[in-house]
């Protein structure tokens, strides 16, 4: 079965520094990562995946995410984080379904806090 | 430029109480998901359809039917509620294979 860890439950950062968040994966099949944004009272929406190809990923809002097989994992960077990305990242591990559909197991989640 | 759809977005209900709630997607997607979302677990997936009249169960699906009647829509009920059940749940929808799912804005649910 797959899986995924999010290390860290929160994260505080001042704004304009950099901050990285950790995803963990565990998976016996071809892997394909995803990291999802979630406003406060809004639904997910999707930052970056990675499918296959190169192992730097670059997502929407200035966020990047680096796959690293050897490691098992799918850290999600910015160089400098603004006031508005203050919100929970959810890391996700895909499969193919039997019969279609693509299943995706969410980590437990990151709550980024940017301050001034 | 609605994406997807659901309602209600709020709601409360007794123990015992049944409930349907509706989904509904606009993109043409072949594929809708049902998830829940609890504190410190992250999204759970309840049931799924890979098309109109299809239905297929997920990770957490006790206590949940659903059906596909229409491409565009896809419904989950709550026959008898009970307080497990209280939750925040989000629909999705995507195209077949590795496509992003897009979310709807969730539906919190309370059952006292």
């Known amino acids: 079965a797959q899986s995924v860890t999010q290390l860290d439950s929160q994260v505080p950062v001042f704004e304009e520094a950099p901050v990285e968040l950790r995803c963990n994966y565990s998976s016996s099949v071809s892997v394909y990562l995803f990291w999802y944004v979630q406003y406060p009272n809004q639904g997910l929406q999707l930052l970056l995946k990675?499918?296959?190809?190169?192992?730097l990923v670059k997502g929407i809002n200035g966020f990047e995410a680096e796959f690293n097989k050897s490691q098992t994992s799918f850290h999600l960077r910015k160089p400098s984080v603004h006031i508005s990305d203050t919100a929970e990242y959810f890391c996700a591990v895909s499969e193919i379904l039997t019969g279609g559909g693509n299943k995706l197991t969410f980590g437990t989640g990151t709550q980024l806090k940017v301050e001034l | 430029n609605a994406g997807v759809t659901q309602t209600p977005k709020f709601r409360v209900l007794k123990t015992g109480q049944s409930m349907t709630l509706l989904c509904a997607q606009d993109?043409?997607?072949?594929?809708m998901y049902w998830y829940r979302q609890d504190p410190g677990m992250g999204l759970r997936l309840i049931h799924y359809?890979?098309?109109?009249?299809?239905?297929a169960k997920g990770e957490v699906p006790d206590g949940y039917n659903v059906s596909r009647l229409k491409k565009q829509n896809f419904l989950l009920g709550l026959e008898s509620a009970a307080p497990s059940q209280t939750s925040v749940y989000f629909c999705?929808?995507?195209?077949?294979?590795?496509?992003?799912?897009?979310f709807g804005d969730g539906t919190r649910l309370s059952i006292l």
């Open positions: 993109m043409n997607h072949e594929y």
């Open positions: 359809s890979v098309g109109e009249g299809t239905t």
């Open positions: 999705a929808s995507s195209f077949p294979g590795l496509s992003p799912q897009h």
């Open positions: 990675y499918l296959s190809g190169s192992t």
